[in-house]
């Protein structure tokens, strides 16, 4: 559906922290961004794909990198106790909670998730959907 999705960061030192922590307990891999001209950057991607990606970049423009107001990017979770492991290592890498773990029924039957803002205030929502599974 998709080749990549990027977010902005100030600082990609405090955003490696901070998305490694939530993304290795859901079982992706980080992988090293090969110089080619554009801004420094962090990669993830599902061990032995090369596709779909995760990026964290410093703004093309220089700029200060900012989050979208409606903007959010949802990671899937193989099970609720790797929703929990992810939100609570976010937590303690530098992101803020705006949901904390809980089933959300009104999403879906089996449905359970977890809401963060990474150190940027880009949205983040982790989720298990045990309706699909």
Not at 18 to 45: H, M
Not at 61 to 87: E, K, T
Not at 102 to 108: G, N, P, T, V
Request: net charge negative; aromatic share 12%; proline share 8%.
């Amino acid at each position: 559906m998709f080749s990549h999705i990027t977010v902005g960061s100030n600082d990609l030192e405090k955003s490696e922290k901070f998305y490694n922590a939530v993304l290795l307990p859901l079982g992706l891999i980080q992988r090293e961004v090969e110089p080619d001209g554009s801004p420094p950057a962090l990669c993830w991607t599902i061990p032995n794909q090369v596709m779909p990606r995760f990026f964290v970049y410093s703004p093309f423009n220089r700029g200060l990198a900012n989050s979208g107001n409606g903007s959010m990017v949802a990671f899937i979770a193989p099970s609720i106790a790797a929703v929990n492991a992810a939100f609570a290592a976010a937590l303690a890498a530098g992101g803020s909670s705006e949901g904390d773990p809980a089933e959300r029924a009104h999403y879906a039957k089996n449905y359970y998730g977890a809401y963060l803002r990474d150190p940027d205030g880009n949205k983040v929502h982790i989720t298990y959907r045990g309706d699909l599974v």
